[in-house]
């Protein structure tokens, strides 16, 4: 029998008033005191309406609060 933290991963929407947002926290088998959380969106292009593809958030890559600029980039207008 295994004990501790082991290797999963929980999805969550979160519906904002600028649209949706994915929450992913990756929970690994060595035991850290945070989990790596990205929140993913999928914003479109605002010229021609076409999907500009997924973008992800996270510690590594945001200046800000994750979250905060997930909703920063759903609030952007972006082009193909």
Do not use: W
Request: net charge neutral.
């Amino acid at each position: 029998m295994s004990e501790g933290r082991f290797n999963t991963s929980t999805k969550n929407k979160l519906t904002t008033k600028y649209g949706k947002i994915l929450k992913v926290t990756h929970y690994r088998q060595r035991d850290e005191e945070y989990p790596d959380t990205d929140y993913r969106i999928r914003p479109t292009c605002s010229i021609c309406g076409g999907d500009v593809g997924c973008v992800c958030y996270n510690d590594d890559n945001s200046n800000d609060e994750p979250y905060d600029a997930a909703i920063k980039g759903l609030q952007q207008k972006m082009v193909l």
